[in-house]
């Protein structure tokens, strides 16, 4: 038996799949995307068996708990050492051990009884036996001869096709323009595939006084949500849906950027720390598995992890699972402090309580991945509740100003009282903004014209 067999899915909706184990570690098998081998195999558990090699030893299978067993030759087991040419059947799916080097074509059943193999074709250019010669005879060379048999339809139908084929096979690269082969994926293929993308990626980095988890997991209806697990108090989940033009780019990275032909495994070694990145990847009927281990990440690999968290970073606002949590604490204590002492000094300066506010929020966001909050949390939000307020307050107030010297028709007025309100709100997200700073360019503009 040959060291590392490899392994041939015999029959079952993914018939024709080979798949290498080279480690001790081995391979998952399964309906989930978390498998190393995704099934497509209804009848297959989540997690259905696992096959591994013991140094020195050979091949082993092993079940995972499934719910109608892993059989080895019809049997059911829990583990055992494989042979070449033994079949393990998972649901409907049977996969045999082949050789390794043994082609995948050599190993697959046989046709059915009676099928013509690919040399028996008929094609329609034999002559037609003779019915009264005897059918032993029809096995042996026809004996030459000069005369001609003659045309059937059939015969002639199938040479008029093969010359039109031949005819299109030399004028048509003539009028076709050969497709660019480094151009970008179709788009209309990228679209079609998008509704199925789906992508599972986990980075653990550990030592002995550390673990840190990043799991992010996008669904096919575009739904992304990240988890970070980390022994230094930082423990959330967000999550939160992606634009179309987004989901396209990331198709269109799986598409170029090499990752889906990546080997299942890099695996590297370091002492008393790992530091392992796991990538998934299910685009249209395709589904690859990625797992570095204790190595740096091959180039393919790196530019979708990259990605993929700054794309998190970016639409859910977890750029501060950078910093860790004590650096967290002190930012948002900073800003908390700064926030008070800014509404202490409301009426110095008209946007100092809108600056104050912002503050609060900083200091609300930073504090957004830490668990338990520190003690000035319920302070502060009570806080940005009251400042918010006290601005609605003042809007209200410098807002009648404003328009009531507007109804006067005292324009130098009105627009003292809008410089003051948008001073005020600060925010130009804020809709009360807008609305003030239109009311500006209207005054400002009949002032221009008073003074022509």
Not at 24 to 49: F, M, Q, W
Not at 50 to 55: A, I, N, T
Not at 243 to 262: C, H, K, N, P, Y
């Amino acid at each position: 038996m040959a060291d590392r067999p490899n392994l041939l899915i015999h029959a079952g909706p993914d018939a024709g799949l080979e798949i290498r184990v080279t480690t001790a570690e081995g391979i998952r098998l399964g309906r989930s995307t978390k498998n190393d081998v995704v099934l497509n195999d209804p009848k297959t558990s989540r997690y259905h068996c696992r096959f591994y090699l013991k140094p020195g030893v050979g091949l082993f299978v092993a079940d995972l708990g499934s719910a109608n067993q892993t059989l080895v030759n019809n049997e059911p087991i829990r583990e055992v050492r494989l042979s070449v040419a033994d079949l393990v059947t998972l649901g409907d799916t049977v996969i045999k051990v082949i050789e390794a080097g043994v082609s995948s074509a050599a190993a697959l059943p046989p046709p059915a009884p009676g099928a013509p193999s690919p040399t028996d074709v008929d094609l329609g250019l034999q002559s037609e036996p003779d019915p009264d010669e005897p059918t032993k005879a029809a096995a042996q060379p026809a004996p030459k001869s000069n005369q001609r048999r003659p045309w059937t339809v059939s015969r002639l139908i199938t040479v008029l096709a093969m010359i039109l084929l031949c005819a299109l096979a030399i004028w048509l690269p003539r009028f076709v323009k050969s497709p660019d082969k480094s151009a970008a994926p179709d788009p209309a293929l990228l679209a079609a595939a998008l509704p199925s993308l789906e992508i599972t990626y986990e980075k653990v980095l550990a030592n002995t006084n550390r673990i840190f988890r990043y799991a992010l997991h996008l669904s096919p209806g575009h739904k992304l949500a990240v988890n970070v697990d980390d022994t230094d108090a930082t423990h959330f989940r967000e999550q939160g849906t992606l634009r179309d033009e987004l989901i396209t780019e990331i198709a269109r990275l799986v598409e170029q950027s090499g990752f889906m032909a990546l080997e299942n495994q890099y695996q590297g070694i370091q002492a008393n720390a790992l530091d392992q990145w796991d990538i998934t990847v299910t685009l249209g009927r395709q589904t690859h598995h990625c797992r570095v281990v204790n190595r740096a990440e091959p180039p393919e690999f790196k530019s979708l992890r990259e990605k993929l968290e700054n794309v998190a970073q970016l639409e859910l606002g977890l750029w501060a699972v950078q910093y860790p949590p004590d650096k967290l604490i002190d930012m948002a204590n900073q800003a908390y402090l700064d926030g008070k002492k800014l509404f202490d000094e409301r009426d110095i300066k008209h946007g100092n309580l809108a600056t104050a506010i912002h503050q609060l929020k900083d200091a609300d966001f930073f504090l957004k991945t830490i668990e338990p909050k520190p003690a000035f949390y319920a302070d502060l939000l009570a806080r940005l509740a009251q400042f918010a307020t006290e601005l609605d307050r003042r809007y209200v107030e410098q807002n009648f100003l404003a328009n009531r010297a507007m109804r006067a028709k005292d324009m130098p007025q009105a627009a003292q009282e809008l410089r003051v309100l948008c001073d005020m709100l600060g925010d130009r997200a804020d809709p009360r903004y807008t609305e003030a700073w239109n009311k500006l360019l209207e005054v400002e503009s009949r002032l221009n014209l008073e003074k022509k």
